[in-house]
């Protein structure tokens, strides 16, 4: 026994004494949880919404070619094709997505999204109006130009008198 308690004499203070207790929980920072960023929809909606802006482009240049005048809409440059189709485009998607995600058909985004639809059309009405007020005009053709048709009568017309 003596060598037990000699054993406990030689042991460091540290080690005999009771643990601390943990630090009062206003000394621990706390940590704010990030909020989780929800999706918009399951995702068989985001693919509806990619499909609904492919075909939205398709319709959007047939139907411009058809009313604009295919004449017409080839007098304009690619780069302003290309702005008006892919923004009318993304403005029909975000229309429908307005309509779809909130509880009333016309909401705030809804009016908002129908409202840049009709903008972006009168747009497009006003490109496609400008090329027509400035294209080059067919030149009638002029007295200078034409060519003078001359006959020679032939032996034969003469000799059958």
């Known amino acids: ?9 030689e042991k460091p203070a ?19 949880e990030a909020p989780m960023q ?6 068989w909606l985001r693919l509806a919404y990619s499909f609904e802006f492919l075909i939205a482009v ?6 411009w070619s058809q009313v604009g005048g295919q004449g017409h809409m080839d007098l304009l440059p690619w780069y302003t094709k ?3 189709v892919l923004s009318l485009a ?8 307005g309509v779809v995600e909130q509880p ?3 909401n705030r985004h809804s009016i908002v999204w129908f409202a ?15 090329y027509h007020l400035h294209e080059a005009q067919d030149e009638p053709d002029t007295e200078d130009s034409t060519a003078a048709v001359v006959t020679f009568p032939s032996w034969h017309d003469q000799t059958n008198r």
């Open 90 to 97: 993304w403005f029909c998607v975000r229309f429908t997505a």
């Open 82 to 84: 290309l702005a008006c």
């Open 1 to 9: 026994m003596e060598v037990n308690e000699r054993l406990e004499q």
């Open 58 to 63: 398709i319709t959007i240049l047939l139907l």
């Open 104 to 106: 009333k058909a016309w």
């Open 14 to 32: 540290e080690i005999l004494s009771e643990p601390e207790p943990d630090p009062a929980p206003e000394s621990i920072p706390v940590v704010a």
């Open 116 to 130: 840049g639809i009709v903008l972006m059309a009168a747009i497009m009405g006003g490109i496609v109006y400008y």
């Open 38 to 43: 929800e999706s918009t929809g399951p995702a």
